[in-house]
Nanobody
């Protein structure tokens, strides 16, 4: 099983990116998939989640700016990040899980937002 997160980069404040979490060896469509981020010197925090039934949840700090979605045909979960702020800077990780089974983590993709 492998999760690969990519799509990060350096953007100016107000810019956008689309992060991808591509999976092999696991079917994301039957898993819950979360996006976390970890800013320098801070704890990892949950920013968005999409459940196996398609329902989504978002952290208050990113509501209205980030959108999580899933493409089952591509076995990929996306995080569209808009209106980026410098405080959005960090490594973004995806995590796939189902109740009673282990979690699978991607390696992280770095988002850097300049002011």
């Amino acid at each position: 099983v492998q999760l690969q997160a990519f799509g990060g980069g350096l953007v100016q404040a107000g810019g956008s990116l689309r992060l991808s979490c591509a999976a092999s060896g696991i079917i994301l469509g039957i898993n819950n998939v979360d996006w976390y981020r970890q800013a320098p010197g801070k704890q990892r925090e949950l920013v968005a989640a999409i459940n196996s039934d398609g329902s989504t949840t978002y952290a208050d700090v990113i509501v209205g700016r980030f959108t999580i979605s899933r493409d089952n045909a591509k076995n990929t979960v996306y995080l569209q990040v808009n209106s980026l702020k410098p405080e959005d800077t960090g490594n973004y990780y995806c995590n796939a899980w189902r109740p009673g089974t282990r979690n699978y983590w991607g390696q992280g993709t770095l988002v850097t937002v300049s002011s």
